[in-house]
């Protein structure tokens, strides 16, 4: 969201008022903002990307997700939730998932969060015939030791990963600027920097 943009939500949120584009009658409104991001607000602040009033208006009521490595038994729920999804979508029938599998994807440490688990089951749908789900679980847990690995390495290595499971494709939905939370300019920068390239 630009300064600008970040501006005219602060003016509607403190005075209730805005002029719609082309009409110079000031409307008076009445509302309650729910926002969510997955970015850290106070680093943007400290960039000067995010208005300081803006946040404290903001962040009356703020409720924290932790990230989906520490709450692993709620994948189970949220694979059975995506599944029915994409089995309406692509006309298959998923009964089981294996035990093993389950147990694998609870034991990855999703840094991408759901949205990567979501399309981790997005593509175990699609290459699955049978009724039973055949999962690639991402392997970046056995891949990369973090005690012992830099940041660079783990950096490198997890986004390899989510390329990896992209098709190596970095801009669109879904794709793996959008599964990394980055601009596809700012990925493209950092795969340049960690030496990232298609073999």
């Known amino acids: ?27 008076e409104v009445d509302v309650r903002v729910i926002a969510a991001t997955n970015r850290d607000l106070a680093e943007a602040i400290q960039k000067g990307t ?8 903001l962040n009356v009521f703020p409720i924290t997700i932790p ?13 059975w939730h995506f599944v029915p999804e994409f089995a ?7 009964e089981t998932i294996p035990k093993k599998t389950m147990e694998a994807l609870q034991s990855y440490s999703w840094p991408g969060n759901v949205r990567e688990l979501r399309n981790v089951i997005e593509n175990a ?6 009724t039973s789900l055949k999962v690639d679980v991402p392997k970046l847990s056995a891949s990369v030791n973090a005690d012992n690995a830099s940041l660079q390495e ?11 499971m992209t098709g190596w494709r970095i801009r ?24 990232i390239q298609r073999k």
Do not use: C, W
């Open 1 to 27: 969201m630009s300064l600008d943009l970040q501006a005219k939500l602060l003016r509607v949120l403190q005075e209730g008022q805005f002029e719609r584009l082309g009409n110079p009658k000031t409307i």
């Open 50 to 57: 995010f208005r300081d009033d803006l946040y404290y208006r």
């Open 67 to 79: 990230p989906l490595r520490e709450r692993r038994k709620d994948i189970p729920i949220l694979v």
């Open 88 to 94: 309406d979508r692509m006309g298959k029938r998923i």
């Open 125 to 130: 749908m699609i290459i699955t015939t049978g």
């Open 154 to 164: 783990v950096e490198r290595n997890h986004i390899l990963s989510v390329l990896e």
């Open 172 to 195: 669109g939905k879904n794709g793996a600027a959008e599964i990394l939370g980055l601009k596809p300019t700012t990925l493209e920068s950092r795969m340049h920097k960690l030496d």
